[in-house]
C-alpha cells in the first residue's frame, strides 16, 4: 500500500491513502463503477512546518473531477466553510498561475464534497450540509434579494457500524473500517482503557479477517495515531465542558480553535502550557 509517511495523519486517511481503494470508495459512495484505468491522482494538503496533512483525502479522477472526502468523529456544522478554505488551495496547486490571467477560459476539475461521519453521537445515515447556511442574515435584503453569490454543499454519510449498509458494503475497506472503530467502542466499554481497547480491536479484526493486511502492516501506526485521535476529542471535550462549567470561553474558543488548525494533543498541551509561563511571569 502506496502513503506518503513523511506527514502525520490519520487511521482514515493511512487506510485510504491507495488509488485503488480510494477508486473503490468513490465508487461506493457514488453507486458507480470507476474503470480500472481511470486515473486517480491524489493531492490531499500538507503542512511543512508541522509535518502533517491538513485536509484528511483530495484527490483527481481523470483529471476532471476533483474529490474532497472528510472523516469526522464528531459533529461538525462548520465543514462547508472548512472545506471551501481547501478546494481554494488544492485550485492553486492545480491551475498554472500564469494562465488565470490569459484571454482564453481555463477548464477545471468539477468539485465535490464528502464528509464521513464515525461518531458516537447520533447522527442522521445522510444529510446535506450547505455553505449558503452559515451566512449572517442580513435584515435589509428583502425577500426578492438575488441567491447567494456564493454556494458550496456537502454530503454527509453516517458509516457507523449498521448505518447505510447499501454503500458501505461496497467498500471492503470502508466496511473494515466501520466494524474496527465499532469493537474499538466495544471493548472501551467493557474495560474503560482506551489502549487496551484498541489493542483487543486490533487483535480481534486481524484474528476474524477485517482489515487483516492492514493492521498487520500497521499495528503500532494504527495505535499510536487512534490514542491521538480520541485522546484529542476527548481532551476538547473536557475543555469545551469545563469551558461552559467556569465560563472560560475565551480558553475554550482558543483550545477549539488549535484542534481545528490540526495541532495534536501534545502540541496543544505544550502551547497552553507555554501561554500559561508567560502570564504568570507579567
Known amino acids: 500500500m502506496a ?35 481511470a486515473l486517480i491522482q491524489i493531492n490531499t494538503l500538507s503542512d511543512v512546518i508541522f509535518l502533517e496533512q491538513l485536509n484528511d483525502l483530495s484527490f483527481l ?21 472548512r472545506l471551501l478554505i481547501y478546494i481554494g488551495r488544492i485550485y492553486e496547486k492545480i491551475c498554472e498561475r500564469k494562465k488565470l490571467y ?10 465535490e464534497f464528502i464528509v464521513l461521519y464515525n461518531g458516537a453521537a ?12 452559515m451566512f449572517e442574515k442580513a435584515p435589509h ?71 487483516k493486511e ?4 500497521n499495528a503500532s501506526e494504527v495505535l499510536n495515531m487512534l490514542l491521538t485521535e480520541w485522546s484529542t476529542v476527548e481532551y ?11 465560563g472560560r470561553e475565551e480558553g475554550q474558543n482558543l483550545v477549539v480553535e488549535l484542534f481545528d488548525q490540526g495541532y495534536t494533543l501534545e502540541q496543544v498541551k505544550a502551547k497552553l502550557a507555554a501561554m500559561k509561563t508567560v502570564k504568570e511571569s507579567t
Open 61 to 81: 479522477v481523470e483529471n476532471k473531477l476533483i474529490i474532497l472526502i472528510e472523516h469526522q468523529s464528531t459533529i461538525n456544522p462548520n465543514m462547508a466553510i
Open 122 to 133: 447520533p447522527y442522521p445515515d445522510q444529510t446535506t450540509l450547505s455553505l449558503s447556511d
Open 102 to 111: 490569459a484571454s482564453q477560459p481555463i477548464a477545471i476539475p468539477r468539485p
Open 236 to 246: 476538547g471535550e473536557v475543555q469545551r465542558e469545563e469551558g461552559r462549567e467556569e
Open 141 to 211: 435584503l428583502g425577500k426578492g434579494a438575488v441567491p447567494p453569490a456564493l454556494e458550496l454543499t456537502v454530503r454527509v454519510y453516517n458509516i457507523n457500524n449498521g448505518h447505510n449498509r447499501a454503500i458501505v458494503e461496497k467498500c471492503e475497506e470502508l466496511e473494515g473500517y466501520s466494524v474496527f472503530i465499532a469493537k474499538v467502542r466495544e471493548f472501551k466499554a467493557e474495560t474503560g482503557d482506551n489502549e487496551k481497547a484498541m489493542r483487543m480491536a486490533i487483535a480481534h479484526c486481524i484474528e476474524n479477517n477485517i482489515l
Open 3 to 37: 502513503s506518503n509517511r513523511e506527514y502525520k495523519s490519520s487511521v482514515f486517511s493511512l487506510l485510504f491513502s491507495d488509488p485503488e481503494i480510494l477508486r473503490e470508495l468513490y465508487g461506493a459512495l457514488e453507486g458507480i463503477r470507476l474503470p480500472p484505468d
Open 214 to 217: 492492514f493492521l498487520e502492516t
